[in-house]
């Protein structure tokens, strides 16, 4: 069928660029008149553009989107002391002389590069440019915004004398550019470096990708050629860590929208990252979310995305003078005690990042718990410990946070005592694992709380060895995420339906489920299948034509309807 297909577009003219085995796919320039008739052939399950990807935010421009700076300010903080380490529970210096901290753990970093330096020393074990086919070279990076991340995962701080060091140092790096000095990239070229990573995963010692960059969500989850290399990595047994996006907040009039996730972001497998701000504080209590990270629910398919929160925002690393960036944001240079240059970047971006190397932390800590002989941590697993110990900030719901600011020393601690070997359906923690952290001499108890593709889970469902960790992601037979059969509704839960039809904009507004009277949240396009939450009567919520599949949501009883299932005000099942 596919050399059918293959033979019927080089006959009409068009041609083909690249073969995706990953994915089942290929990329072709085909005509506009051809377009129609391959999306209606037997053979072809969806037909998706070439999208362009960047690293931040994306501006619409004419027909396509433009690259905007990562930098949403650009404007330093006061200061330029780095709590970063020790906000997430760590040291704020490791053991100078071992570096420590991820040690032999491989992050493939697809990005616009890495430039290398002092701090990187050991470190960069394979550099290709795929903005030029793939082909192995010596790193650089004229953009900037991969240097970036890889300070914020691996720094050494050696340069800067330890005072800023990465969440990971002991980490080696793996660098696969597919952005351009600009900061643009094809989403083919993405693809091409997931299928190069997952090819070549065990001669590259690779464990984890970060994926700090993205499109607008054009098609549901699983049309998206992006989304779909994602959850090839995530099956081959890869951890991938990707950025929300900045579109929470309306640029022109600052208010906040909700379904602003980007793409790869929407990725069912993916730990989907959204922007904290710290206030450069150890301790959490003045935390609060950017207002530009992107908020839930995934365009199209409606699952509860971001995953986790974690600090992005006036976050100063690597950089190199050359490049891109570092000469456009002015305002976002910043030097160390000794005088070495620094660029100070926010965003989603810089959190998938931080995130990445905590990810890195977990793999290490199993490892050195006894477990390295045991069954490798699936991406199911890091994302529960991430979720589960995860700390809530105050007045931010589960679309805004997903399960909260993650906490490096609680997940650490988790998978410091979990015996992979345990036989399914066990208790496999093998120490006491109490649910809190002290930060900044602190004590902050966790979410405990798990967020699965339309779901919210609590209890100790992470102390049993579930099948559901062990598993990869499920597409079920209506395109939603099974994730096992043991997690039990509590009364807190999201429950996102699986009949969600959206409209082709996002309209901003203020209102979400349980939200008093003001702005409106509409979707669609004021007919048939819409939504509409707001305050239409006794704070009602009221979601479709109330016909058929449809969501009615209201104080009478105070029971919910959702779909043919009814909800009462406890959380349980009528």
């Not at 062990?470 to 059969?485: A, E, K």
Request: hydrophobic share 40%; proline share 4%; with cysteine.
């Amino acid at each position: 069928m596919r050399d059918a297909i293959r033979a019927s577009l080089k006959a009409h003219g068009d041609v083909i660029e690249s073969e995706h085995p990953l994915i089942g796919a290929f990329a072709a320039e085909v005509h506009s008149a051809d377009v129609d008739r391959l999306g209606n052939h037997p053979g072809v399950h969806a037909v998706s553009a070439n999208a362009r990807v960047s690293a931040g935010d994306s501006k619409q421009s004419g027909g396509g989107y433009e690259s905007c700076a990562p930098a949403l300010s650009t404007q330093p903080a006061a200061s330029l002391t780095s709590t970063l380490r020790e906000t997430l529970g760590l040291v704020k210096v490791p053991t100078s002389t071992t570096l420590v901290g991820g040690s032999g753990i491989g992050i493939a970093l697809i990005d616009s590069g890495i430039a290398p330096n002092g701090n990187f020393t050991g470190k960069i074990t394979g550099f290709f440019d795929f903005t030029r086919g793939g082909i192995p070279t010596t790193p650089f990076d004229d953009y900037g915004h991969g240097t970036h991340i890889a300070g914020l995962i691996a720094s050494s701080g050696v340069l800067s004398n330890y005072e800023f060091v990465g969440i990971a140092p002991g980490v080696r790096l793996i660098g696969l550019k597919v952005l351009d000095k600009r900061g643009q990239g094809n989403t083919t070229d993405v693809i091409k470096a997931i299928e190069y990573v997952v090819a070549n995963r065990s001669h590259l010692n690779v464990h984890i990708i970060n994926l700090s960059l993205g499109h607008p969500i054009f098609a549901p989850a699983k049309d998206d050629p992006l989304v779909q290399a994602v959850e090839a990595a995530t099956k081959a047994g890869l951890i991938v860590v990707v950025s929300a996006g900045n579109f929470g907040q309306n640029p022109k009039t600052g208010v906040t929208g909700y379904a602003g996730i980007a793409s790869p972001g929407n990725a069912p497998s993916a730990i989907t990252v959204g922007a904290a701000i710290s206030k450069n504080t150890v301790t959490r209590g003045d935390d609060m979310v950017a207002p530009y990270s992107s908020r839930g629910p995934a365009w199209y398919d409606g699952t509860v995305k971001p995953d986790v929160i974690a600090p992005g925002h006036h976050l100063a690393s690597d950089t190199s003078t050359g490049s891109f960036l570092y000469n456009q944001l002015l305002g976002s240079h910043q030097t160390t005690t000794n005088g070495q240059p620094l660029l100070e970047l926010s965003g989603t971006s810089m959190s998938a990042g931080v995130t990445t190397g905590v990810v890195a932390l977990i793999l290490d800590a199993h490892n050195r718990s006894g477990f390295h002989r045991q069954k490798l941590l699936t991406a199911n697993e890091v994302k529960a410990m991430l979720q589960f110990s995860a700390l809530r900030v105050p007045g931010a719901d589960y679309l805004t946070q997903g399960a909260g600011e993650i906490n490096a020393a609680g997940a650490m601690t988790l998978a410091s005592n979990i015996d992979t070997s345990t036989d399914v359906g066990d208790w496999w923690l093998r120490g006491s694992v109490p649910p809190f952290t002290m930060i900044g001499g602190t004590p902050y108890t966790w979410s405990q709380n798990i967020l699965w593709g339309d779901s919210v889970f609590s209890g100790q469902l992470l102390f049993y060895n579930l099948a559901t960790w062990s598993q990869n992601i499920v597409w079920g037979s209506n395109d939603n995420i099974v994730w096992g059969s043991a997690a039990v509704l509590e009364f807190d839960n999201i429950v996102w339906g699986s009949n969600i039809l959206w409209g082709n904009n996002i309209v901003w507004g203020n209102q979400m489920i349980g939200m008093s009277n003001g702005d409106n949240i509409v979707w669609g396009s004021a007919e048939g299948d819409n939504i509409v939450w707001g305050s239409l009567t006794d704070d009602n919520i009221v979601w479709g034509s109330l016909m058929d599949e449809n969501i009615l949501v209201g104080n009478s009883d105070d029971n919910v309807l959702w779909g043919s299932v009814v909800f009462d005000s406890v959380g349980s099942l009528r």
